[in-house]
C-alpha cells in the first residue's frame, strides 16, 4: 500500500538485454540493453501510460512484464507473487489474468479461424466450461466490445480495422483478466475510429475494474486516458508523475521536448508555440552513451551528465525525475 | 471505384494547401493523378484537367511529363524507401536528378549533391553521399529524400504523409526542416495527411476530403475556429488535445466508419455517420459551395443551427 492504493503489478530494476552474435561460432559481442533497469509500480485501477519514442524499449517492457520475454535481471510482482519463481503450470494460471492488446488488428488475429475461435481460443486453452458455456461466453464478450454475436462465424477479414481490434479486445477479456498491456492499441486505426475503441477501453475498464498499462506514443490520447505517465528513452524510464503534472509541469529535457513536439489541432495556438527542435536521434541501444542516456541530445546537459547516469528520484511530490539538471534546479545540490 | 471524385482547386504561388482525410478518401490518389503516377491499367483518370503554369499535365507528352515530374513539380512520400533506390549510393541519385533536371554533370552534380545534403542537415556530407540508403536510419533516408526531391529546385513539392512513420521529435524536425526550405525556395507545397494538428502548423489553406470527395475548403484559421461540414467538425471533436486537460469523461467519436467506395450510397457519403442529416443528404449528393468568405462545404445543412439525431437515423417527412 502507498498514498491508499494497492500495487498490483511492482516492477523491480528489471533489465532486458538481447545477445547480439556474431561469426562462425555465433559468440556473443554485446547486447541491445532493450531495456536497462526499470522499477516502478502499477496501482490497481489505474491506466498507467508508457509513452517514448520508437526504440526506447517500450513494447519489450509491456512483454517483459507478462513474462513473454523472460528478464535479463530483475523481479516482476503481480499481485504480490514473483513471477519469475513461479512454475510453468502456476504461471500459466496466472497469466489468465493478464493480457495484451496488439497495435496491428490485422497480423495479430489468424485469419483462417472466425471470430468465434478466436475469442474462445483463452477459454478452451484454460480449460473453462463445456462447448455451449463457452459459446455463450462469445456472444456475451462480443456483446460487451460492441459487436454482433451473429457475426461470430465470420472471419477476420470481413471486419475493418477498428472491429478487428474490438476482436482483440474481446479474445484479452475471455479470460476475466485484471491487468492489461495495451501495446499501440489505437496506432493503426484511422483517427474517426480511435475515439470510439479508447472510450470502449474506458468503459471496460470502468464496468470490469482493469488496470492498464497503455504504451502509446500519441501523447494527447495519452493525457486523456491516463491517470499516471512514466516517460522511457532508450531502455529507463526518465519521468514519472500524475498525468496532469507531467503535461503541465515535465521536468525532463527529453519530457519538454517530446510535449514540444506534439502538433496541436489549432492554428492559433500552433503560431504561438515555442517547440524544442532535439538535434540527432534515438541512439543505438547496444552501444548507449556513457552517464546519461539523453546526453548526445540534451539541450541543457553539463559536465556529470556525461561521467554516470541520474538516477530516478522524487524531487517534487509523486513526480520521479532522473535528470541532475533538474535536480539542480529544484534542489540545487549536485 | 471512383477513388477520387470531381475535385477542383487551385494553388497559388508561394501557397501551402493542406489535404487532410483518412485512409481510403482518396488524398494520395489524387496527389499521384497530378504527376500522372497512376498505373494505367488498371487505373485510369476519366476526366479532369491538371493545369501547371497554363499547360495540361494530363494531356502533356511523356517526355514534357518526364521534365515536370521531379523537375519543377517534386514529390516525397512516407515511405523513403519507394523513392530511393536500394543499390545505388545517395550521392548518385541526387545527381541523376540534377544532371536530367538542372543540366548540371560531373564535379559539379557532386558538390550539388553535397551542398543539399548539407541543407537538410545531414552531417559530414561530403562521406554520406558515398553511402547508400540502408546505411541510413528512417530519419535520415527521409531527409536524403527530400534533399533529392529538392535537388531540382522545383516550385511545387507535394509531400505524402512524410512525417506519419516518424517519430514526434523527428517529425517536428522535418517539419521545421521543410517549412524553412519553402521559404528559402519560395515553393508552393501541398501536404498530404491524416494529422488536423500538422496541417495547423503549416498550410494556408485547408481541404477536408471524404471517401473521395472534397467536403470542405478554408483558410487555415476559419477551417479550426469554424469548421462548417459535419465531418470536419466530428473530427475535431474527437481529437483530444496535448495542451489541454481532460474536460469530458468520454471522448466524442464519429460513429459508423467510412462508405465502402464500391458501394457509395447515392447521396452524402457521410450520411450514415452524420447526427445532422435530413432526407435530403439520402437523395442527393450535395457540390462543394461558398458559404462565406474563403470557405466551402459540400453539405446541405448548417451545423451552427441544424436540430443533431443519433447518426444513421434521419426522420424523413
Known amino acids: 500500500m502507498k498514498n491508499g492504493k494497492t500495487a498490483l503489478v511492482r516492477v523491480e530494476g528489471v533489465k532486458k538485454y538481447f545477445p547480439i552474435h556474431s561469426g562462425i561460432l555465433r559468440r556473443e559481442i554485446g547486447a541491445v540493453k532493450a531495456v536497462d533497469g526499470v522499477s516502478f509500480e502499477i496501482y490497481e485501477g489505474e491506466t498507467l501510460g508508457l509513452?517514448?519514442?520508437?526504440?526506447?524499449?517500450?513494447?519489450?517492457?509491456?512483454?517483459?512484464?507478462?513474462?513473454?520475454?523472460?528478464p535479463t535481471e530483475g523481479i516482476i510482482y503481480f499481485e504480490g507473487q514473483d513471477l519469475g519463481s513461479l512454475s510453468k503450470d502456476e504461471l500459466r494460471r496466472t497469466r489468465a489474468r493478464m493480457q495484451i492488446i496488439f497495435q496491428d488488428p490485422y497480423s495479430s488475429l489468424n485469419p483462417r479461424m472466425t471470430v468465434e475461435a478466436i475469442v474462445s481460443e483463452p477459454l478452451a486453452v484454460h480449460k473453462v466450461g463445456n462447448a455451449d458455456q463457452r459459446r455463450a461466453r462469445v456472444d456475451e464478450l462480443l456483446d460487451r466490445v460492441g459487436l454482433n454475436p451473429d457475426f461470430a462465424n465470420r472471419f477476420p477479414h470481413e471486419f475493418s480495422g477498428g472491429q478487428r481490434q474490438r476482436i482483440g479486445v474481446a479474445r484479452a477479456l475471455a479470460l476475466n483478466p485484471s491487468f492489461i498491456v495495451a501495446d499501440e492499441p489505437i496506432s493503426a486505426l484511422d483517427v474517426s475510429i480511435q475515439a470510439q475503441v479508447v472510450n470502449l477501453l474506458e468503459d471496460l475498464q470502468d464496468s470490469l475494474n482493469l488496470t492498464y498499462l497503455f504504451i502509446a506514443h500519441d501523447l494527447s490520447m495519452v493525457r486523456h486516458i491516463c491517470d499516471r505517465v512514466a516517460v522511457m528513452y532508450l531502455g529507463k524510464i526518465v519521468e514519472l508523475g500524475p498525468t496532469e503534472e507531467i503535461y503541465n509541469n515535465p521536468q525532463?529535457?527529453?519530457?519538454?521536448?517530446?510535449?514540444?513536439?506534439?502538433?496541436?489541432?489549432?492554428?492559433?495556438?500552433?503560431?504561438?508555440?515555442?517547440?524544442i527542435i532535439l538535434k540527432g536521434e534515438v541512439p543505438n541501444p547496444a552501444d548507449p552513451p556513457v552517464g546519461?542516456?539523453?546526453?548526445?541530445?540534451?539541450?541543457?546537459?553539463?559536465?556529470?551528465?556525461?561521467?554516470?547516469?541520474?538516477?530516478?528520484?522524487?524531487?517534487?511530490?509523486?513526480?520521479?525525475i532522473s535528470c541532475y539538471y533538474a535536480e539542480n534546479e529544484l534542489v540545487g545540490n549536485t | 471505384m471512383n477513388?477520387?471524385?470531381?475535385?477542383?482547386?487551385?494553388?497559388?504561388?508561394?501557397?501551402?494547401?493542406?489535404?487532410?482525410?483518412e485512409s481510403g478518401c482518396g488524398k494520395s490518389v489524387h496527389a499521384l493523378s497530378i504527376m500522372r503516377l497512376i498505373p494505367m491499367p488498371p487505373g485510369k483518370i476519366v476526366a479532369g484537367q491538371v493545369f501547371y503554369q497554363r499547360r495540361d499535365l494530363l494531356q502533356a507528352s511523356d517526355d514534357e511529363m518526364r521534365k515536370v515530374r521531379g523537375g519543377e513539380i517534386a514529390m516525397i512520400?512516407?515511405?523513403?524507401?519507394?523513392?530511393?533506390?536500394?543499390?545505388?549510393?545517395?550521392?548518385?541519385?541526387?545527381?541523376?536528378a540534377v544532371e536530367l533536371h538542372l543540366g548540371l554533370k560531373g564535379k559539379a552534380a557532386t558538390n550539388r549533391a553535397i551542398e543539399m545534403l548539407e541543407m537538410v542537415g545531414i552531417p559530414e556530407p561530403a562521406q554520406r553521399v558515398k553511402s547508400y540508403p540502408h546505411e541510413f536510419s528512417g530519419g535520415m533516408r527521409q531527409r536524403a529524400m527530400?534533399?533529392?526531391?529538392?535537388?531540382?529546385?522545383?516550385?511545387?513539392?507535394?509531400?505524402?504523409?512524410?512525417?506519419?512513420?516518424?517519430?514526434?521529435?523527428?517529425?517536428?524536425?522535418?517539419?521545421?526542416?521543410?517549412?524553412r526550405l519553402r521559404d528559402t525556395l519560395e515553393m508552393s507545397m501541398i501536404w498530404i495527411t491524416h494529422d488536423l494538428g500538422v496541417v495547423a502548423g503549416l498550410a494556408d489553406r485547408v481541404q477536408v476530403m471524404y471517401a473521395?470527395?472534397?467536403?470542405?475548403?478554408?483558410?487555415?484559421?476559419?477551417?479550426?475556429?469554424?469548421p462548417r461540414h459535419p465531418y470536419t467538425l466530428g473530427l475535431l471533436n474527437s481529437l483530444p488535445r496535448v495542451d489541454r486537460r481532460k474536460t469530458h469523461k468520454r471522448l466524442n467519436p464519429i460513429p459508423g466508419r467510412p462508405p465502402d467506395l464500391l458501394d457509395l450510397p447515392p447521396g452524402c457519403p457521410f450520411v450514415s455517420r452524420c447526427p445532422f442529416a435530413i432526407e435530403r443528404c439520402l437523395e442527393e449528393n450535395p457540390q462543394l459551395e461558398r458559404i462565406a468568405d474563403a470557405h466551402e462545404i459540400a453539405c446541405w445543412v448548417d451545423v451552427r443551427s441544424a436540430p443533431t439525431h443519433e447518426a444513421g437515423v434521419v426522420f424523413l417527412s
Do not use: W
Open chain 1, 51 to 70: 509513452v517514448g519514442e520508437s526504440g526506447g524499449g517500450k513494447s519489450t517492457l509491456g512483454r517483459t512484464i507478462l513474462q513473454l520475454h523472460k
Open chain 1, 252 to 275: 525532463h529535457p527529453y519530457t519538454q521536448a517530446l510535449l514540444s513536439a506534439v502538433p496541436v489541432p489549432d492554428p492559433s495556438v500552433e503560431q504561438r508555440r515555442q517547440r
Open chain 1, 292 to 320: 546519461c542516456n539523453f546526453n548526445t541530445r540534451c539541450p541543457v546537459a553539463f559536465d556529470p551528465c556525461f561521467v554516470e547516469d541520474p538516477e530516478l528520484k522524487e524531487l517534487l511530490p509523486l513526480h520521479h
Open chain 2, 3 to 21: 477513388a477520387v471524385n470531381g475535385i477542383s482547386y487551385s494553388l497559388h504561388d508561394g501557397e501551402t494547401m493542406g489535404i487532410v482525410g
Open chain 2, 77 to 96: 512520400f512516407q515511405d523513403p524507401m519507394t523513392s530511393l533506390n536500394p543499390v545505388m549510393t545517395i550521392g548518385r541519385q541526387i545527381t541523376e
Open chain 2, 146 to 179: 527530400i534533399a533529392m526531391a529538392l535537388s531540382t529546385e522545383p516550385t511545387i513539392l507535394i509531400a505524402d504523409e512524410p512525417t506519419t512513420a516518424l517519430d514526434v521529435t523527428i517529425q517536428a524536425q522535418i517539419v521545421d526542416l521543410v517549412t
Open chain 2, 212 to 226: 473521395g470527395f472534397l467536403v470542405e475548403r478554408a483558410s487555415v484559421k476559419e477551417i479550426y475556429a469554424n
